[in-house]
């Protein structure tokens, strides 16, 4: 529920899943609900509404005032409304009251206790319910909110909630731009955004714009459009002063950056600095030049110096007043020569973009692993419907870690993981910790066996073994299965590729088949187990299987 106004935390969103709200009155209550001092009542009013709990009031004469929060005051105008109804109370007097409730002075709450008894005798009724009406008031008014302000949290959440519902890809746009440089709530709404089918496309140095932006990836061909989200030059550290400047150049060019020296010869580079440059290449914004990182790092002073030689009385000031010429570039301009370097390893790349924008862009670490996240995980992160305290296994890399010493001195261990879904915290106790310790790095891709339970709304974990992921298949596959067509013309020559393939890469792991064939105008699935065949297991092996029948098709199997 990321970006619903009010409704994001987890204990809400928690509360909302049980509640299943049917009117825009039932959002205005849970807003004003989800407080200090009615909140323990919301398990009551959910039941209430669902008809699993009789509704009940204090005393019948209450029932017109409490019958749409199902017996239990809400709001303060409720609380002013039995104030007049039991206590006899005027309008102006049960505002009193209410203002007294909420300052909580001692006398000139037994002041009004003692108006309230009065009052309510002379309608019949005794002084025990009374004082157990007056207690009841008095714990809703300290912390309740009026009707009006509920009214406005609540409809405004309904609006935020319809827009994501129904302009989604627009709405997540729209919160990141709102929340531009936090890079951890970059991260969070991004994950949302892509569990709901939504691509997060990288920066590019000729497709952004400074904010981020929607792009329409269907082409027309489907009726239904897919939408992607673009990194904006502000969501970059460090590059939100340059952004304006970037997004001026393309529309002064009127076309595409050609490289690195073009580009520095076509901005104004007392803006665009030596810092937000570097940024954007770590962040992949330039990966479009066709030239690794790495080595486009190493060029940046050469094309500095370039740039400003190609544009010296911009740089100086010396331009007119009037020029809409300055920063363009030469279009006949000679690039000198790259500098060489050797390209960063895949895991640099990503933690420097991770570092920089909040998330991984290029690729996931957990990428290489996938098959057996999907094969061997049984619990993944985005899961809000498992069992508690349970043993699970979890596939992911781990993000974040604390040492931390127990009450008897001994080194524990704090940490985050993460998987394609979501994160979880996760507790490894000393006795665990001395034992996979070497294991329970940050950076790490590892399976976790824990218990794990929903403590409002979040995954947390208790680990009970680690275990590396080049480990994890040897211990957990039992098979590799591929998948066939018979219906494929191609089917036959896959076949003879695919045999070809596994007495090239044999191994210890049994193959087993699942042909699709057509029968009675249906499809059928035979399941085949190849006896005299068993293959090696690794990624490559699995790659070169899939280049032939797809990846879809080749799965590992515990």
């Avoid at 370039?306 to 809409?324: I, V, Y």
């Avoid at 781990?398 to 940490?415: A, C, R, S």
């Amino acid at each position: 529920m990321a970006g619903i106004f009010q409704f994001e935390s987890s204990g809400m969103q928690s509360y909302m899943i049980q509640f299943k709200p049917t009117t825009v009155e039932d959002i205005i209550a849970m807003s004003a609900l989800y407080r200090p001092g009615p909140m323990q009542f919301i398990p009551t009013y959910i039941n209430r509404k669902h008809g699993k709990e009789t509704v009940e009031y204090p005393h019948p004469m209450l029932e017109p005032v409490l019958k749409e929060t199902y017996g239990i005051p809400v709001y303060q105008e409720q609380v002013m409304q039995i104030a007049q109804v039991m206590g006899g109370y005027t309008l102006g007097g049960a505002d009193l009251l209410r203002r007294a409730m909420g300052k909580k002075k001692p006398e000139e709450m037994a002041k009004h206790r003692a108006i309230f008894r009065e009052g309510a005798a002379k309608k019949n009724v005794d002084e025990k319910t009374a004082d157990a009406v007056y207690d009841m008031m008095e714990k809703f008014a300290g912390y309740g909110f009026n009707k009006s302000h509920a009214a406005a949290y609540g409809v405004l959440a309904y609006w935020t909630a319809y827009l994501k519902a129904h302009y989604t890809a627009e709405f997540m746009a729209a919160i990141l731009n709102s929340e531009a440089g936090d890079t951890a709530r970059a991260k969070h709404l991004t994950d949302e955004a892509k569990s709901m089918g939504i691509k997060i496309l990288p920066p590019s140095i000729n497709k952004s714009d400074a904010l981020y932006t929607v792009e329409d990836l269907s082409n027309g061909k489907t009726q239904l459009e897919q939408k992607a989200i673009r990194v904006g030059f502000t969501g970059i550290k460090h590059v939100s002063g340059a952004a304006k400047e970037i997004v001026l150049a393309r529309k002064r060019r009127k076309k595409n950056f050609k490289n690195l020296f073009d580009l520095c010869s076509s901005v104004d580079l007392r803006v665009v600095n030596k810092k937000a440059l570097e940024c954007l290449i770590e962040a992949g914004a330039m990966d479009e030049f066709g030239v690794h990182r790495a080595m486009l790092i190493a060029n940046i002073e050469k094309a500095i110096e370039f740039g400003q030689k190609q544009n010296k009385s911009a740089t100086l000031g010396q331009e007119g007043f009037f020029n809409d010429e300055k920063f363009i570039g030469d279009e006949n301009a000679v690039y000198p020569d790259l500098i060489k370097a050797d390209a960063w390893t895949d895991a640099e790349k990503l933690q420097r973009e991770k570092t920089l924008v909040g998330f991984y862009l290029s690729n996931h670490p957990l990428d290489p692993f996938r098959r057996d996240w999907e094969a061997f995980a049984t619990l993944k992160l985005g899961d809000r419907n498992h069992e508690g305290k349970r043993l699970q296994r979890i596939v992911g890399v781990i993000t974040e870690t604390k040492k931390h010493l127990d009450k008897k001195g001994n080194p524990m261990l704090f940490g985050v993981i993460e998987d394609f879904e979501g994160k979880a915290d996760f507790t490894v106790f000393a006795s665990v910790y001395e034992r996979f310790e070497k294991d329970l790095q940050k950076d790490a891709v590892v399976m976790l066996i824990a218990e794990a339970e929903l403590k409002e709304g979040q995954p947390k974990l208790l680990v009970q073994e680690v275990i590396p992921i080049r480990k994890v298949r040897d211990k957990y596959a039992s098979k590799v299965v591929l998948r066939l067509d018979a219906t494929d013309g191609e089917s036959l020559q896959k076949a003879k590729t695919l045999k070809q393939i596994c007495e090239e890469c044999k191994g210890e792991t049994p193959l087993d088949f699942e042909v699709w064939i057509e029968a009675d105008g249906k499809p059928q699935r035979l399941k085949l187990f190849a006896r005299n065949i068993t293959i090696d297991s690794g990624n490559d092996v699995l790659d070169k299987l899939a280049s032939v029948v797809g990846e879809d098709a080749v799965k590992l199997a515990g």
